[in-house]
T-cell receptor, first 112, second 117 residues
Framework: DTGVSQNPRHKITKRGQNVTFRCDPISEHNRLYWYRQTLGQGPEFLTY????????KSRLLSDRFSAERPKGSFSTLEIQRTEQGDSAMYLCASSLSGGGYTFGSGTRLTVV | AQSVTQLDSQVPVFEEAPVELRCNYSSSVSVYLFWYVQYPNQGLQLLLK??????LVKGINGFEAEFNKSQTSFHLRKPSVHISDTAEYFCAVMGNAGGTSYGKLTFGQGTILTVHP
């Protein structure tokens, strides 16, 4: 197992377009998390799954954002009608219940 | 709810000098505490964590941190830094109830450590 994998590493999109990111967690980890990090800030929680159930969503996750983890394995994060304010690094992490996370390298989104 | 304050946004230090990065937290419940390091354009790597037991925890790369419940602090220290320690460091807290974590990490805003030769 090579850790948490995120694709793509970089995404440039025009304002108003939809984008989708994928995260493949460590296979035995039952929890999967999405965070957003803007320049000069710490990561901010977006949502997390335990197996396929989405257990918590931040109020940062507007109705333009949706996350899925259909079979309790990989997850996707979709942003519809992107805005310039969505430009950020989107980080995925996985863990067993409790303890520390393992983070992926992130997907850097630039909305132009 | 939890919150984290990292008291220094930037810490410059000379190579082989000691360093302390300060972190204070607030929480209405018991917490687990973490320090992560982030190199440019990369994800976060766990340095160390406090879950229970000894308040002095040792991590990778020679770092250690001490949990002080009365002062609600979790400062990160290293006795002698190297150029390769130059990175951004994040303190984070996770609430828990009876040993079961809430799952969500709350991060501080980060401290940029710059080690000069």
């Amino acid at each position: 197992d090579t850790g948490v994998s995120q694709n793509p590493r970089h995404k440039i999109t025009k304002r108003g377009q939809n984008v989708t990111f994928r995260c493949d967690p460590i296979s035995e980890h039952n929890r999967l998390y999405w965070y957003r990090q803007t320049l000069g800030q710490g990561p901010e929680f977006l949502t997390y799954f335990q197996n396929e159930a989405q257990l918590e969503k931040s109020r940062l996750l507007s109705d333009r954002f949706s996350a899925e983890r259909p079979k309790g394995s990989f997850s996707t994060l979709e942003i519809q009608r992107t805005e310039q304010g969505d430009s950020a690094m989107y980080l995925c992490a996985s863990s067993l219940s409790g303890g520390g996370y393992t983070f992926g390298s992130g997907t850097r989104l630039t909305v132009v | 709810a939890q919150s984290v304050t990292q008291l220094d946004s930037q810490v410059p230090v000379f190579e082989e000098a000691p360093v302390e990065l300060r972190c204070n937290y607030s929480s209405s419940v018991s917490v687990y505490l973490f320090w992560y390091v982030q190199y440019p354009n990369q994800g976060l790597q766990l340095l160390l964590k406090y879950l229970s037991g000894s308040t002095l925890v040792k991590g990778i790369n020679g770092f250690e941190a001490e949990f002080n419940k009365s002062q609600t602090s979790f400062h990160l220290r290293k006795p002698s830094v190297h150029i390769s320690d130059t990175a951004e460091y994040f303190c984070a807290v996770m609430g828990n109830a009876g040993g079961t974590s809430y799952g969500k990490l709350t991060f501080g805003q980060g401290t940029i450590l710059t080690v000069h030769p």
